[in-house]
């Protein structure tokens, strides 16, 4: 006789989610820049960031918009 419900393996575990803050070298590699250009970004209020202590925390959303965006077009000035 079947069952009304089905047997599953609880002991897999369910599938990970990605964090919802980045660190600022987690962003840079995620980009492929540096972490001081990722803190250039920062300072310039280009992507937003939030402190928790002394840590500089970008939420992965503002990541996947500037990536939606097209990225930064004129983020950093070329000095002569």
Do not use: K, Y
Not at 29 to 39: D, E, K, N, P, Y
């Amino acid at each position: 006789m079947p069952t009304l419900f089905p047997v599953t393996d609880r002991s897999s575990t369910p599938p990970a989610t990605p964090p919802l803050l980045l660190s600022v070298p987690e962003v840079a590699h995620t980009l492929g820049v540096s972490a001081r250009f990722v803190r250039l970004l920062v300072a310039r209020n280009q992507i937003s960031s939030v402190r928790l202590g002394r840590r500089c925390l970008i939420r992965r959303a503002d990541i996947e918009d500037l990536v939606a965006r097209g990225g930064l077009l004129g983020a950093v000035e070329v000095l002569p």
